[in-house]
């Protein structure tokens, strides 16, 4: 290797105090150990990334920030979601690193895998995706929802990596890439694999959540899935249009029927068919607004333009890092 690679490690934190400690102190010995091993420059930066948090996380990662230079931390001024403290804390840095990792607060991933992400950096890739073995240690429910989630967005044509979450390296080059995409409903691990790029997969095995809960309930786990979908495929609204156009046809079959009868004389007969029709033609136009709403709520937040995070703060003591070291 010619020489130490500039390694930003960017984590979100939402509500994170119990894992925090252990977290930035695993950290800590994983840098000193590339440190050593020059693999990585001394410059290189676990980037803490608060994402709106309600408990003590933002003094913790203040404190880690002024006991070590290797620790920065990111204040969002609201909590902006996983993927928005992510992508928030991946442009902030954008600049100051040869690439970036982004990985969960929670352990839960391997980080004995970012050397080997840096390593595959090193030989010329610019995307690593951290890809998982195995799930048993999500629970049956969480497994199943989650692979299926993954083979339903292969099923609408979303070019997905299985079984890979947000644990990924990315290049200056790639990140630079990700940030020309303006789009608010930001989806990583759909745009990711679609900013080309050589890259490659890492596997491990996933672990328990180390301390304090997952952040992801049902509720946000549900709105993140149907996001996917909907952020990048119009399948659904094909198929909707396929069933309006399939129920037009059944209507006009109806209609003539109908009309039949009425001709023949036979007009109580048709009453029973004529009802079913009338509430499967309501069900399905009420299926097809509903989800027509759904594009257009999406349009809808594109064209505010809003932003997708407001950074409070910044903390990182570039001006101590040992640059000198490359001299
Ligand atoms: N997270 C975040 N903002 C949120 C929710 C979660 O930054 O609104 C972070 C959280 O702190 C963790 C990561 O995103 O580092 C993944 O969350 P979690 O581990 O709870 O999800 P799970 O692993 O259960 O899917
Ligand atoms: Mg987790």
Known sequence: MDKPIKLYVVVPCYNEEAVLPETAKRMEELFESMCQSLLIDRGSRVVFVDDGSRDK?????????????????????????????????????????????????????????IPRMAERFAEGYDVVFGVRNKRETDTWFKRTTAEGFYKVMRMLGVDLVFNHADFRLLSRRALAALSQYPERNMFLRGIVPTLGFRSTCEYYDRQERFAGESKYPLKKMLSFAFDG?????????RFISGLGAAACIVAIVMAVYTIVCKIIGHTDSGWASLMLSLWFIGGVQLLSIGLIGEYIGKIYKEVKRRPRYIIEAYVNNRETKAEDDNT
């Open 229 to 237: 979908i909907t952020s990048f495929s119009i399948r659904p609204i």
């Open 57 to 113: 996380t933002w003094n913790i990662i203040d404190s880690l920030t002024k006991k070590n230079d290797i620790f920065a931390g990111i204040r969002l001024a609201h909590n902006a979601g996983h993927q928005n403290a992510v992508l928030g804390g991946m442009m902030t840095v954008m600049n100051e690193c040869d690439c970036a990792v982004s990985i969960d607060a929670d352990l839960q991933d391997d980080i004995n895998v």
